[in-house]
């Protein structure tokens, strides 16, 4: 019997887990579901006589040998730092890993151990990074195959609510971890057009956007995501002359979104003294020059130079962020009194479905004729709980699981998937399962 374990429960897993626990029998696997907050991971189990729910303290360094030691191979679900208190384990016990996130430096500087140990370390399998990869680099390979040179590769990925729950003006509802919506687009971002560098810094980031239109699902804007020159060396694309990797979002989104930027409500590197009796309206205020005889809304669209009329001040509005309900969180920074406001008002409904959005655009030679192709995606969610986000995440990661323990990837040292030995397969079963890409040429 073969064991897996996998560290972490959360909204992101459970599609994952659900497939190994359907497929256990068939396999002949037994899977252990770890986490901090063992109810999760007993929820995710539900009594499943091929698994097992534990509590598990990821910093216990006795707990966390004993529990890999135990295991054929292991999925960390965790957050991306703590993954590599599992990969060092992983490699000291020569136990295969598997995980979502992005490689880390600190990851990356196991290749060779890992190499020595004959195991690999699989990252970047899930939705972006992940099925972004994998499609990306079949059509690029296959390009490549017919003899043609690409000359714009651009990569756009959105995870939104479905269209028939979009019922809010954002046009947004959470379908991730609502921390990192808030703080994404951190940092500068960077891309190549026409073979010129351009880079973006955050307090621009939102005012810069491309629309994008996706299959039957409409119209959205695309913005650039923080680093996409290191894609080129990953695709095997060192010499295209345009190369970029964005978020998409419902049309009318950044340009609202952008209100937070400028006021600083995105920020979470300081904290604000006091915030547990504030006010929405008084957290709000914080922001302006002082000026007693304005009110807060007035200051509020000078600042920004709207009108209460505009489309912003309405959406700024219904979100509650003039009201005089209290903040009731402890001496905490801006970004995570913003995430409460907004998780009162974006998150999903009992009844809500998710949808998830990715377009890829490639331009190309071929036979001294340019060529243009997009190849997008749709993905709906079938309920809050098994939603699209929880689908693409968790299955190439469940699959890619399987692949490696029925010997069908044999790579080893740290990996990401974007060669053919991995995303064929996964690619495959997932097509399978409806994840499929659209190819048109445009």
Request: proline residues 3%; charged residues 25%; contains cysteine.
């Amino acid at each position: 019997m073969k064991k897996i374990l996998v560290i972490g429960a959360g909204r992101s897993a459970v599609t994952l887990i659900k497939y190994l626990l359907d497929n256990a029998k068939a396999n002949n696997w037994f899977v252990r579901v770890a986490d901090f907050l063992e109810d999760l991971a007993k929820e995710a189990v539900a009594n499943h006589s091929s698994g097992k729910a534990i509590f598990f303290n990821v910093t216990d360094d006795m707990q966390r040998e004993s529990e890999i030691s135990d295991s054929d191979i292991v999925i960390s679900m965790l957050p991306t730092r703590m993954h590599i208190l599992v990969a060092k384990d992983c490699v000291r016990l020569g136990k295969n890993l598997v995980t979502a996130s992005y490689v880390s430096k600190e990851i990356l500087a196991l290749d060779e151990k890992a190499k020595q140990a004959g195991i690999i370390l699989l990252n970047e399998i899930g939705l972006d990074p992940g099925i972004d990869h994998m499609s990306a680099m079949q059509v690029i390979d296959e390009i490549k195959v017919n003899g043609g040179e690409l000359t714009s590769f651009k990569s756009y990925c959105g995870g939104l609510v479905h269209p028939d729950f979009d019922n809010n003006p954002w046009n947004y509802k959470f379908t991730w971890n609502p921390r990192n919506v808030v703080l994404a687009g951190k940092g500068t971002a960077q891309y190549i057009k026409q073979g010129r560098y351009k880079y973006i810094p955050y307090h621009k980031l939102f005012e810069r956007t491309e629309i994008i239109s996706v299959l039957n699902a409409g119209e959205f804007e695309g913005y650039a995501n923080r680093d996409s020159l290191s894609y080129r060396k990953a695709y095997g694309l060192d010499k295209i002359p345009t190369l970029l990797r964005g978020t998409l979002r419902r049309k009318g989104f950044c340009k609202s979104w952008n209100m937070f930027v400028q006021l600083g409500m995105t920020e979470d590197t300081y904290v604000v003294e006091n915030t547990e009796n504030m006010t929405y309206r008084e957290f709000t205020n914080l922001f302006f020059p002082f000026n007693n005889k304005c009110t807060v809304e007035k200051k509020f669209c000078d600042y920004l130079n709207i009108s209460v009329d505009s489309d912003e001040f309405k959406k700024a509005k219904w979100l509650g962020i003039f009201i005089d309900k209290k903040v009731g969180l402890k001496d905490v920074t801006p970004a995570k009194i913003l995430q409460k406001i907004l998780e009162e008002k974006w998150s999903l409904a009992s009844q809500d479905k998710d949808m998830i959005v990715m377009q890829h655009q490639f331009e190309y030679v071929q036979d001294g004729e340019l060529k243009k192709l997009n190849s997008s995606l749709l993905v709906f969610g079938d309920d809050p709980r098994y939603t699209s986000m929880a689908k693409t995440v968790g299955l190439p990661v469940a699959i890619a699981t399987k692949l490696i323990l029925n010997g069908d990837i044999n790579s080893v040292g740290v990996k990401i998937p974007t060669t053919k030995d991995i995303y064929a397969p996964v690619l495959k079963e997932l097509e399978e399962n409806g994840i499929n890409f659209v190819e048109e040429l445009v």
